[in-house]
Structure formats: structure tokens, C-alpha cells
């Protein structure tokens, strides 16, 4: 299994970024996906959240700014971000959970500069 993520950078304040999360060895549809955020010094959290039926989730630090999405045919994840911010700034995963097993990517990093 392998959750290859990209399209991170370096973006002003109010820029967009979109990352990609290409997996292979999973049955795409059938996993529940996120992406999550790292930030120094902070927890890692949850930013969007895709269950396998299609509901997305997202916290308020994010919502109405981010945008979670698949295309099944390519396997492969998106996080669409507008309004970047400084507080956005951190090393984004993407994740594939079903049952008991888990998998991530390798993290793509993030910087929004003010």
C-alpha cells in the first residue's frame, strides 16, 4: 500500500493550493480518507474528512476554505485550500483507514507566508 502525497509550497496569505494524494494497493472506494495537518510544536489534526459513501467533514478552522475530493478512477485524493493563511502553515498527510488498518502518505509541506 502507498499514499504518495504532493502539491504543497510556499503561498502568500489569500493564495490556493491543491494537494494530491495518488495510492496504490487499496480498493480506493472502499477506504474512509483525510487529510490531516502538522504544524512545530502542535498536534497533529484532522482538516477534511471523506468517508467511503461520499460525507465530507471539516473543522471550522477550515471550513469554507478547504475542500476535500476523489477521483476514484485515478485513485487519488485531493485537498483544494483557498484563502490560505499563516496559521495554515504546517505538513499535510493523507490517510486511508478501513477496519482496523490504517495507512499514510509521507506528508507534503505547506507554507503560507503573510
Known amino acids: 500500500v502507498q499514499l504518495q502525497a504532493s502539491g504543497g509550497g510556499l503561498v502568500q496569505a489569500g493564495g490556493s493550493l491543491r494537494l494530491s494524494c495518488a495510492t496504490s494497493g487499496i480498493v480506493f472506494g472502499n477506504y474512509a480518507m483525510g487529510w490531516y495537518r502538522q504544524a512545530p510544536g502542535k498536534q497533529r489534526e484532522l482538516v477534511a474528512g471523506?468517508?467511503?459513501?461520499?460525507?465530507?467533514k471539516y473543522p471550522d478552522s477550515v471550513k469554507g476554505r478547504f475542500t476535500i475530493s476523489r477521483d476514484k478512477a485515478k485513485n487519488t485524493l485531493y485537498l483544494q485550500m483557498n484563502s490560505l493563511k499563516p496559521e495554515d502553515t504546517a505538513v499535510y498527510y493523507c490517510?486511508?483507514?478501513?477496519?482496523?488498518?490504517?495507512?499514510w502518505g509521507q506528508g507534503t509541506l505547506v507554507t503560507v507566508s503573510s
Open positions: 490517510n486511508a483507514r478501513r477496519g482496523g488498518f490504517e495507512y
Open positions: 471523506l468517508t467511503s459513501g461520499g460525507s465530507t
